[in-house]
């Protein structure tokens, strides 16, 4: 890999921080092309990539990543994590859950009990006989980081979608809100809240504010589920 080379792909990453999607991933393109394999810009290079969809083409650059001469182990870790995300989009749902199980027995970490515990969500949805281990792992991450939003999100959303437990579920959306007030999927649901009270102005507030975020392929909430309802809401103010 040139000097160049991972210049033009540092550039790239700059812009990708600043939200010029298009423009990064051109960056990127060149960049990758000309060999780029530096594992770091790589896995960002992924990050983009399954942000825009793109997951086939994401599971290429993270073999390479992985395969990246001086990789560490916390790298690797993210790689795997990513590479995770990805298969899972494309169906692979199993082995997905299987990466990310062997990341988590070796290494701990509150993105990890993020990732693996939105996952479980999505898996027992479809499987009902996956309820218990979801929840017993989503309670078991807020008690390893009572403030982080993202746990404190995903369970909630065990107890809104898998339960049907919507009271239950409230308090802990309330207080991933109040850790990280632009989270999209907490504003989307305390919406629905909202909307169900008759609150239909703090509900198109709440959905204005999710529309502003970065929704990911972690995200329950698409951007389309959002604006439908906002045109729905909108029409009856």
């Given at each position: 890999?040139?000097?160049?080379?991972?210049?033009?792909?540092?550039?790239?990453?700059r812009?990708?921080?600043?939200?010029?999607?298009?423009?990064?991933?051109?960056?990127?393109?060149?960049?990758?092309?000309?060999?780029?394999?530096?594992?770091?810009?790589?896995?960002?290079?992924?990050?983009?990539l399954?942000?825009?969809?793109d997951?086939?083409r994401?599971?290429?650059?993270?073999?390479k990543?992985?395969?990246?001469?001086?990789?560490?182990?916390?790298?690797?870790?993210?790689?795997?994590?990513?590479?995770?995300?990805?298969?899972?989009?494309?169906?692979?749902?199993?082995?997905?859950?299987?990466?990310?199980?062997?990341?988590?027995?070796?290494?701990?970490t509150?993105?990890?009990y993020?990732?693996l515990?939105?996952?479980?969500?999505?898996?027992?949805v479809d499987?009902?006989t996956?309820i218990?281990?979801?929840?017993?792992?989503?309670?078991?991450a807020?008690?390893?980081?009572?403030?982080?939003?993202?746990c404190?999100d995903?369970?909630?959303q065990?107890?809104?979608?898998?339960?049907?437990?919507?009271?239950?579920?409230?308090?802990?959306?309330?207080?991933?809100l109040?850790?990280?007030?632009?989270?999209?999927?907490?504003?989307?649901?305390?919406?629905?809240?909202?909307?169900?009270?008759?609150?239909?102005?703090?509900?198109?507030?709440?959905?204005?504010?999710?529309?502003?975020?970065?929704?990911?392929?972690?995200?329950?909430?698409?951007?389309?589920?959002?604006?439908?309802?906002?045109?729905?809401?909108?029409?009856?103010?």
């Open positions: 890999m040139g000097f160049l080379t991972k210049l033009n792909a540092n550039k790239a990453y812009l990708h921080v600043k939200g010029d999607l298009e423009a990064a991933k051109a960056g990127y393109d060149q960049a990758y092309a000309e060999g780029l394999s530096d594992p770091k810009l790589l896995s960002t290079y992924a990050v983009l399954l942000r825009l969809g997951y086939e994401a599971v290429e650059v993270l073999r990543a992985e395969k990246a001469p001086g990789i560490t182990a916390d790298q690797k870790n993210q790689v795997i994590q990513h590479y995770a995300v990805a298969i899972w989009k494309l169906g692979q749902k199993d082995r997905a859950l299987d990466w990310l199980w062997k990341v988590f027995r070796n290494q701990k509150g993105t990890l993020g990732v515990g939105f996952l479980l969500i999505e898996k027992a499987d009902k996956a218990d281990e979801a929840l017993a792992f989503n309670l078991e807020v008690d390893y980081d009572e403030d982080d939003p993202v404190l995903n369970l909630a065990a107890y809104y979608r898998l339960l049907d437990d919507k009271d239950a579920a409230r308090p802990y959306f309330e207080r991933a109040a850790q990280k007030p632009g989270a999209v999927d907490t504003n989307y649901f305390l919406a629905q809240y909202d909307v169900e009270a008759g609150r239909t102005a703090q509900a198109i507030e709440k959905l204005e504010t999710v529309l502003e975020g970065r929704i990911s392929p972690l995200n329950y909430v698409t951007r389309e589920m959002v604006e439908a309802q906002l045109a729905q809401l909108r029409g009856k103010e």
